[in-house]
C-alpha cells in the first residue's frame, strides 16, 4: 500500500478491497475508537463512492463528494453513529478550509446532536479563510530555469494554482488533466501554474521532466513555503486555488482538473 501511494505508475487490483465488504459497518461497541471512524471513511472511499458515481460522464452534473458523504452516513448508520462521523468530518474540513456554504448547511442539517451541532457552527463561524474578493497572496518563486516570478506577472490573466508535492499520488494524477487545461487555454488568458512545496528540488525537476508538465512550474522552500501555507490555508495537497485577472481570489480550495475545471474556467473566463 505504501508503494502504491508513493508510485503512480503501481495499479491496485480491482478486488484489493474486497475484504471490506464483508465487515461490519454498523458497530455501536466501537463508538469510542478513532479507528472505526477511519474505517467508515475507508469504506465510503474505496467500495460506496466509486459504485454510486461509476458511471459519471462529462457532461453530468459533478458529484458532490460532501454531499454523497452525507447521504452515506444517514443511510448506513443510525442516528448515533452517524452524527459523530458527520461531525468528525465536518470538524475535518473546517480545518483543512475545504467547505462550502452549502455543503456546511447541509451537514449541519444532518447532524441531530444539539451539542455537536452548537460546537460546529462556533467553530465555523471562527474559521480563517480566503474569501472571494480577497487579494491573493503574493509570492516571488523560480521557475526550472532559475528564473524568479510573482504573482504579478501574471497580471490581465486568470491564473490556477496548483500547490502539490511530490511524494502525493492524488497530485500526480492530476498532471495529465494539468497539460491538457495549458493545451485548451494556451490562446486565452488563462495561466496554469503549479508551485511544488514539501518537496527536494532535485526531485521537483525530475517530477517536471518524467511527467513533461506543461504548466509554469514554480518551486518554494524555506520562508515562502511556510508563508504560502499559511496565507492560502493549505493544509492537504493537492490544493487549488482561482484568481481573477486583478489578483483577487475567485475560490480557494478550487476545483481540480478533473472534476471539472475546464467549465468552470470557461465560465470565470465568460463572466
Known sequence: MIKYFYDSTIQVPEDYYSFIKDLPLQNEKAILSIYYYESLRDYFTTIWEPAKTKEWTPGKSIPDRVEDYTQYS????????????????????????????????????????????????????????????????????????????????????????????????????????????????????????????????ESWRNMIMKYQLKSVNLFATGNWEKMLKENYHISGFPHYVI????????????????QGAEQMIRNVLNN
Open 243 to 258: 484568481i481573477d485577472k486583478e489578483n483577487k481570489i475567485i475560490e480557494n480550495n478550487y476545483v481540480r482538473p478533473s
Open 74 to 201: 444517514q443511510s448506513q448508520f443510525s442516528s448515533y453513529i452517524s452524527d459523530i462521523l458527520l461531525a468528525r468530518s465536518l470538524d475535518l474540513l473546517i480545518d483543512m478550509n475545504r467547505l462550502t456554504e452549502d455543503n456546511f448547511t447541509n451537514i449541519i442539517k444532518a447532524v441531530h446532536d444539539t451539542s455537536l451541532n452548537n460546537y460546529l457552527e462556533l467553530r465555523y463561524a471562527n474559521r480563517e479563510m480566503l474569501k472571494q474578493g480577497d487579494d491573493a497572496p503574493d509570492f516571488y518563486l523560480k521557475n526550472e530555469n532559475d528564473e524568479y516570478l510573482s504573482l504579478k506577472s501574471f497580471n490581465d490573466s486568470i491564473v490556477y494554482i496548483s500547490f502539490w508535492m511530490t511524494g502525493c499520488k492524488p497530485c500526480i494524477k492530476e498532471f495529465p488533466e494539468e497539460n491538457i487545461l495549458v493545451d485548451i487555454f494556451k490562446n486565452e488568458k488563462v495561466k496554469i501554474i503549479s508551485i511544488c512545496m514539501n518537496s527536494e528540488e
